[in-house]
C-alpha cells in the first residue's frame, strides 16, 4: 500500500511513461500522467436528482492503481472528454484527500481534476498496458476486512453455481442474484444487486462452462460473513470480468485444474470395480465430465460417475 509518506519513492511506478523528479504535493499543477481509465461511475444523491461528482479509476503501465475525482461543478468540462477504457496523459492536476468511506483503491490521494487540468487521449497506447484496474486479494486476506466500510474490495472466484434473478425480501428494496465461488479452498457468496443481477449473464456462463472453468473477478464489493461464509455484495462501482488475463484468475485455475487431477485419480481408481472392457472410453469420459462440472467434481464418487456416464462413453 502506498502511504503518504512512501508516496515519493514510488512516484516513478505510479507516474509511468513521463519522467517526475520532484516530490508531489497537494498544490502542484506541474504533474503529467499516462494512465488508462478503467472504470467511471457517477457519485448522486440518494434520490438520483443531484450529481456530486464523477468519479473514475485508472492504472498505468505498472498496474498501480488510483482513483480519480471530478467535482460536479467541472464535470460538464470533462464528461464528453474521458472514455471509460481509454488511455490518456493527464496534466496539471490536484491530489484530493481520499474518501472516508467505500474507497474504490487504498491510497493516500485522488487524482482531482480542476479548471486547469489538461486531458488527451492517447490514439496509441504502448503495447501491453493493463486493461484492468484491480487489487484483487486472497479469501484469507478478505476475512479482514469483513465489515469494514473504508475500502472495497476485489475478489477472484471459480463460479461454481449462479441462482435466477430473486425479487425483493424481508427488508431488502432490490432484486437480486447469488452467485457461489471458491478459490480452490475457501467458499464464498457474491450478491449482485438490482440493476447487476440482470446484467449478470447467467446463460451464457452456464453454456461456457461446457468448454471451460469460469473464474471471475469482481470488483467495488462490500465484504461480510454469512453462516461461516465470506459474502461480497455489490456495490454502484461493482463491475466483474470473466476469465480475464491476470495473474490471480490463473492461480485459481491452475488450483481447480490441480484439485480435478487429484480427484479425477481418485474417481479412476474407485470405478475400476464397476468398468466394464472399455476402460479407455470412460477415463475419457470422466475427463470431460470433471472438466465441464466444476461444481460437481469435487462429491462424485466411483459408482455414481459411472451410472451416469457409462452409457454416454
Known sequence: MITSRTWSAHRSRIFLGIPIDK?????SYRWKIMVRVARIWEFRSSDQSTLFSLEFIVVDQQK?????????????????????????TIDKFDLFDPKKAYRSVDGPFRIGFTMRTLLAEVVAPPENFPMIAHNALPFSVLTNRINSKIVLSDV???????????????????????????DGSDHGIVT??????????????????AQEPIIVLFVGMTVGQY????????????????????????????????EARVKLNQLYHQSQRYLPSNQMTLWESVIRYL?????????????TLVAQHVGRS
Open 227 to 258: 453462516s461461516g461464509l465470506l459474502t461480497f455484495k455489490s456495490t454502484s462501482v461493482t463491475r466483474w470480468y470473466v476469465n480475464a488475463p491476470i495473474p490471480e484468475i490463473a492461480a485459481v485455475h491452475e488450483s481447480y485444474i490441480t
Open 291 to 303: 472438466l465441464k462440472s466444476p461444481s460437481s467434481f469435487r462429491k462424485m464418487d466411483g459408482s
Open 192 to 209: 449482485l444487486w438490482g440493476e447487476q443481477a440482470d446484467l449478470f449473464d447467467a446463460d451464457a456462463l452456464v453454456e461456457a462452462t
Open 64 to 88: 498501480s492503481v488510483m482513483e480519480g475525482v471530478i467535482p460536479g461543478n467541472r464535470v460538464d468540462q470533462f464528461k464528453d472528454q474521458l472514455k471509460e477504457g481509454s488511455v490518456y
Open 156 to 182: 477472484v472466484g471459480l463460479v461454481t453455481k449462479v441462482t435466477g434473478v430473486m425479487p425483493p425480501s424481508g427488508k431488502a428494496t432490490s432484486q437480486k442474484r447469488l452467485v457461489y465461488i471458491t
Open 23 to 27: 516530490d508531489l504535493s497537494r498544490n
